[in-house]
């Protein structure tokens, strides 16, 4: 039923997940600290070369990326992916958990690490959290696809360093083609962002 | 004319800037080791404690992030956005230049870090980077504005790991509207993604 029975997909053992999500954790500091850091030239320099034998380090045996697993909620689970990928530093990671009703909501706080404009995040991170969202939506109504159409209402700025509410859910199917709508909230419930997606299932053996 | 004699922005030095570049390529590489790495789970647990201590010697002395300064081609330049950013490690970072008849070109290729669908770049990566080249377009023309509305239609799919570019450029204005069209097109020109964004100037003075 899932995306997992149709990918060949490499399976990290859980205590290596563990292991991966904390180091990943720790990158994501050291992002958030790039963009703020004012020690001295040759203390960054000698932190830059530090990083690079780290790196190396974990290059040392490699395998593909994660690809995506069985999840929680009878949901398929990306760790790589860059919006909720507990593994992949560029995700906030967010955490997208199903209503019984098929909403599909999100809370979360965003770093300057996503800032647009002075004090806002990034219209395009917003974006990207809402076609994750909606795409997450198809899925739990049973008809997961890929982006074909994907429109977007920008409100009000979205400001980052507080909490944010991001919710979406399916509103019809015809065929193989999947609309949601969905829509980011500030901390007032004020919606920032509305967006609605269509989704095409593609010509997979469904089960 | 720009944002940058309207946003009260933290000057980086030159030096400094050059150094944070290096160190924010570093974190790249860094973040892509860990999606690919495979090393026991002890050796994962050394190095996650040394970068802890490496963002520890980063926070010793703090600024506010970069902000809007002045660039290239007479444009504003954001050292920490996520999508341009040099200082930005979830930043590919894209560069994004003007033709002299105000479309913005770039060319670039994805790496993992940025896959939606297996092999593919995720569908909200797309948007993100169509959105900030469109806000370039935008203010290439003399129009600068918060994106008010973006549609996108995605062809097919768009593949990491592969040389792919991007095109927009203004297609008109009307008071303090302005739209903008682009596209991702990959290796054989073929376009992947189209999108139209619709930006509002702010009632900001003019200069």
Request: proline share 11%; net charge negative; glycine share 8%.
């Amino acid at each position: 039923m899932t995306e997992v029975d149709r990918v060949d997909v490499p399976r990290r053992q859980d205590t290596q997940l563990a292991a991966l999500s904390a180091l990943a954790s720790r990158v994501r500091e050291l992002t958030e600290a790039v963009l703020y850091t004012d020690v001295p030239e040759d203390e960054i320099a000698a932190i830059t070369s530090e990083l690079a034998s780290l790196t190396e380090r974990l290059s040392a045996a490699r395998q593909p990326p994660p690809g995506i697993m069985a999840g929680s909620h009878g949901l398929p689970c990306q760790p790589g992916s860059p919006v909720t990928g507990a593994l992949n530093p560029i995700a906030p990671p967010l955490e997208m958990t199903p209503d019984p009703d098929g909403t599909v909501r999100s809370a979360f706080t965003l770093s300057a690490v996503y800032e647009g404009p002075p004090t806002f995040v990034h219209g395009g991170i917003s974006a990207m959290i809402l076609d994750h969202l909606l795409g997450m939506a198809a899925t739990v109504n049973g008809t997961p696809g890929m982006t074909a159409t994907f429109d977007l209402r920008y409100r009000r700025p979205t400001p980052w360093g507080v909490p944010l509410t991001a919710e979406g859910k399916v509103t019809r199917t015809e065929g193989r083609r999947t609309w949601a709508d969905g829509r980011i909230l500030n901390s007032q419930g004020e919606p920032t962002v509305e967006a609605t997606a269509m989704f095409i299932t593609p010509k997979w053996p469904r089960t």
